[in-house]
């Protein structure tokens, strides 16, 4: 199993930016993709990007393009989520998660089977 460890969540105003990390501690098994999801509040939780680690194929919500941009560095097996020009409605508590199982398409959180502990972005108006 894996261990994931995230970082990087804080309060900021509208329209400003964080990036969120997450590390992957896992050395026994390869993975397929990294992802984040967000939960807001009094809401489910919801896909916000993804990426494989072979080939850095990237997925995002219609509601991020353009505005976030995902990527990793597989020597540190670190994933990252750049988050700019915030909303107050990207305010949710953000999962990393790591999955196994391939896709061609946006993954649902199925298809990730170890998540973090999630870090609270909170953007003030």
């Known amino acids: 199993q894996v261990q994931l460890v995230e970082s990087g969540g804080g309060l900021v105003q509208a329209g400003g930016s964080l990036r969120l990390s997450c590390v992957d501690s896992?050395?026994?098994?390869?993975?397929?993709?990294m992802g984040w999801f967000r939960q807001p509040p009094g809401k489910e939780r919801e896909f916000v990007a993804a990426?494989?680690?072979?080939?850095?194929?990237?997925y995002y919500a219609d509601s991020v393009k353009g505005r976030f941009t995902i990527s990793r560095d597989n020597a540190k097996n670190t994933v990252y989520l750049q988050m700019n020009s915030l909303k107050p409605e990207d305010t949710a508590v953000y999962y990393c998660?790591?999955?196994?199982?391939?896709?061609?398409?946006?993954?649902?959180?199925?298809?990730?089977?170890?998540w973090g502990q999630g870090t609270q972005v909170t953007v003030s108006s």
């Open positions: 998660a790591a999955g196994h199982r391939p896709f061609t398409s946006t993954p649902s959180s199925g298809f990730f089977d170890s």
């Open positions: 896992g050395r026994t098994f390869s993975r397929y993709a």
């Open positions: 990426i494989t680690w072979i080939g850095g194929r990237t």
